[in-house]
């Protein structure tokens, strides 16, 4: 029986991505990627997505949003992939053939779904609102109050320029991260602190290799100004 030609030409496709994954076993892997992995996983490093997404689809406001949970359709998540918008590069047949794309969406689709911050211990604490009267009797890591001294307040607000603005805005108005214009009124700046050395998911995490403790409590201070 003659095997039609859109068939033959599947079977090849996936012939030549179950080789790729036999060549790349043979080499040593990347640190980030699984000792024996999927022909989705091969592709998903090999073609730079998780340079944007993140290895675990995570994201980051700074380079590509996040990819869990996946709430695409098959054919809304291929549109993506070819034609994107904004920065994200398209991905033609040429670079990413229809298999192996359906394969990258089967392993996007696998990531685990990451728990809230509300699930989370740490995080919960300080996303919890405050009690009555609890909040006058929370004792600062910062300090007794959230004054600063010319040198402190000068210091934060080059921090934040620096680090911050890009997300946050330059006047704290906010952009493609929320604005932080009542920083003062929701929080401590102490629970800023906290927020800024344990960020929530799509926030980059600049503690303690970027900004020390001392600098992340100048940007805190800052913020409560």
């Not at 590509?64 to 054919?75: F, K, M, Q, S, Y």
């Not at 004054?147 to 320029?161: D, N």
């Not at 214009?181 to 995490?205: C, D, H, V, Y």
Request: proline share 10%; with cysteine.
């Amino acid at each position: 029986m003659r095997m039609s030609l859109s068939r033959v030409s599947k079977w090849v496709a996936v012939a030549l991505c179950l080789a790729s994954v036999s060549m790349v076993a043979g080499k040593d892997l990347p640190a980030h990627m699984s000792d024996q992995p999927t022909i989705g996983e091969v592709l998903y490093v090999e073609r730079g997505c998780y340079q944007c997404h993140g290895l675990r689809g995570q994201g980051s406001v700074m380079s590509g949003p996040a990819l869990v949970p996946l709430r695409l359709t098959r054919e809304a998540f291929a549109a993506l992939v070819r034609n994107p918008p904004r920065a994200m590069p398209p991905y033609s047949k040429a670079s990413l053939s229809d298999a192996e794309l359906l394969e990258v969406e089967r392993y996007v689709r696998s990531f685990p779904t990451p728990r809230r911050p509300a699930e989370i211990p740490l995080l919960a604490q300080q996303l919890a609102p405050p009690t009555k009267g609890a909040r006058s009797s929370r004792v600062s890591t910062i300090g007794s109050s959230a004054t600063q001294s010319p040198v402190e307040a000068s210091e934060g607000a080059k921090l934040y320029e620096a680090h911050c603005a890009a997300c946050h805005g330059a006047n704290r108005t906010g952009g493609v991260a929320p604005s932080l214009l009542n920083e003062r009124q929701k929080r401590e700046p102490s629970e800023t602190a906290s927020l800024i050395k344990f960020p929530p998911p799509g926030m980059p995490g600049l503690h303690p290799d970027v900004l020390s403790s001392e600098q992340v409590d100048a940007v805190a201070l800052y913020l409560h100004q």
